[in-house]
């Protein structure tokens, strides 16, 4: 018998789903909802029929949470949706449930403006004119460019665009590096990579340069901490999901009772009355701030003097380099005697950010006092020129404190989670081993062989040989929506005689798929069968088994056999090496195999399949970035040169002498604080 409180939820949620069906019914009558098969009049009356079937899916929107969905299928078609389910619905083994995003999905499977045909293009790159072809002619085309770009120019000149897309699935993952495209390449020759990221690549490179690698603590770690500073950070809206750390953020609150202070810009939903303190500060100048707060930390001998000289490189003269000029250390920086002879005072910080100077004095001694302090950001601060030099400064606060490595506490970036490691299928090692950064993929279509590796970032050479002559582009709007000047790389791409040859793979007719030269109707990830971990939630991994909801409709086909039927236009040899003989399905049950080798523990593949959900608890309890450096040092030495905690990087240093910055850039070994020519103090804002 189930127990009175099961009785009353099950009634709760019967009531609601009932009201909710009702309420629909008296509004619309019998009208059809938008992009419905069925009448909510009629499903009223039909809602305790028997269901055809409950069928497991996810959403793999670019949030980091990958909720599970579930999906109540009838006729083939999607008539409800739910969320997940399953667990105690507790701490750590929580109910994944998704955010009106994901549950609106049923609208989008069958929305009238999806693309349902190959077409080529008719009209100029950008005009969306196109025209229905056969799977074969685009198949046929699009095999044809790339032998035709491979044999006059070389594998360098076929690139494939950022995209993220779909993030988290195997099969149907988009991020290029990860995607069946860039196995098939490699199969190839290989293609001309990228480097960094849209969303977070200078904080990647800014904690690369000063731990080695970007982690931070799990969110569910501040369960640990006394006190919990974020920098730009608001996971409430960005991580907004059952799956995202904002549950844990919650959870781990009401155990630790820790203040929150939130600085940012606006007024957020992170903050939104759960934060102790909000404070405003200008955009573009946590630098500033973070420089402020570390005079203050500095001159009240709140700062953490064992832990900056057991770990730390450049804090002061005892542990500068020997190449690094005299008084370059960041204590020199702060105090005023370093190179630009300036004091980095509350009084000077307020000049900047406008938050007052004593507020500075105020929030400077809580980090320094709270024991531990949990300090972290988000990906705004970073977003702007020079923007390493804001993450840098940020997470200088942290290891002034000497909270790195220790629960409660927090290396200075976003937070990170424990996540389910799965086997993706292998791309092979790319034998192109030339790279652009990604921001700068238009450069390389109208001027390529002018961009060198000290002007404009080229790895594995010192300039390219070659323009991009064929893109490649799923699941992305970086073409066009996302990325930079907009006019300039319409006018870019609308050369034909640049790039010869733009695939887009979408699911609808977004602005970048108006410049395809072909145009492929891609499947959702829930129309078909695959599986997806989680990526930011907390001391909670898990794996949804993704199952076609729906049959394919039209003529939309997985990626796995476009990709697949593109191989074999390119040779049976390709063709056998890119599918090793199986299936689509056969690959996820012979990963899958691999997984439950590396952990015996996980169900059988067939018993996931009917759980739709398996969730596993952080063996570790919470994920403690550095951990390990933090109790040895020596025999844990992070991967940077000298092992350390490089507050002065000789890297940076080589590279701000050999590079040709433009005005406003700034390389700098130590975190410092600078203009930029978008900063709030740029001579161009001042005419307005």
Known sequence: MSSYLERIHTSRRTLIKNSTVCGLAAIAGNVFLPFTSFSPARAATEQTASLDKVVWGACSVNCGS????????????????????????????????????????????NHPDRLKYPMKRVGRRGEGKFERISWDEALDTIASSIKKVKKEYGNEAIYLNFSTGVIGGNITYSEPFDSLFARLMNCYGGFLRYHGDYSNGQINTAMEYTYGQDIGNSMSDVENTRLLVMFGNNPAETRMSGGGVTYYLEQAREKSNAKMIVIDPRYTDTAAG???????????????????????????????????????????????????????????????????????????????????????????????????????????????????????AIAMLAILTGNVGIHGGNSGSRESSYIMPIERIPVFENPVTTSIPCFKWADAVDHGTEMTELKDGVRGKSRLDVPIKFIWNRAGNMLINQHGDINRTHEILSDENKCEMIVVSEIFMTASAKYADILIPDLMSIEQEDFMPNEYAGNMGYIIHV???????????????????????????????????????????????????????????????????????????HLVA???????????????????????????????????????????????????????????????
């Open 274 to 392: 759960r934060e102790d303190e909000w404070i405003p500060i200008r955009p573009g100048t946590d630098a500033a701030l973070a420089a402020s707060l570390a005079w203050v930390l500095i001159t009240e001998n709140l700062v953490d003097q064992n832990f900056l000289d057991r770990y730390c490189v450049g804090y002061d003269e005892k542990t500068l380099p020997d190449g690094a000029p005299p008084n370059g250390h960041y204590k020199a920086y702060i105090l005023g005697y370093g190179e630009d002879n300036t004091a980095k005072t509350p009084e000077w910080g307020e000049g900047i950010t406008s938050v007052p100077a004593e507020k500075i004095i105020k929030l400077a001694r809580e980090i320094g006092a709270a024991k531990p302090a949990f300090i972290c950001q988000g990906w705004g601060p970073q977003r702007q020129a020079n923007g390493e030099l804001n993450a840098r």
């Open 626 to 688: 550095f951990k390990e450096f933090r109790e040895d040092p020596v025999n844990n030495p992070l991967s940077t040169p000298s092992g350390k905690i490089e507050i002065y990087s000789e890297r940076l240093a080589e590279l701000a002498q050999k590079w040709e910055l433009m005005d406003d850039e700034v390389i700098s070994p130590l975190p410092v604080y600078a203009s930029t020519f978008d900063g709030w103090d740029a001579p161009e804002r001042k005419s307005f």
């Open 66 to 109: 990958r909720c599970a969905l579930r999906f109540h299928v009838r006729n083939d078609e999607i008539y409800w949706v739910e969320t997940d389910n399953t667990g105690l619905d507790e701490y750590g083994n929580h109910q994944v449930r998704a955010c009106l995003r994901g549950r609106s999905i049923r609208r989008r499977i």
């Open 547 to 621: 199952q076609p909801a729906t049959s394919a409709k039209f003529e939309r086909k997985p990626i796995y056999w476009t990709v697949s039927e593109i191989a074999k236009r390119l040779g049976n040899d390709i063709y056998q090496k890119f599918t090793e003989g199986r299936t689509q399905e056969q690959w996820l049950e012979f990963l899958y195999a691999k997984m439950r080798t590396d952990d015996p523990s996980l169900p059988s593949y067939k018993e996931f399949r009917e759980m739709g959900i398996y969730k596993q608890k952080d063996p570790a309890g």
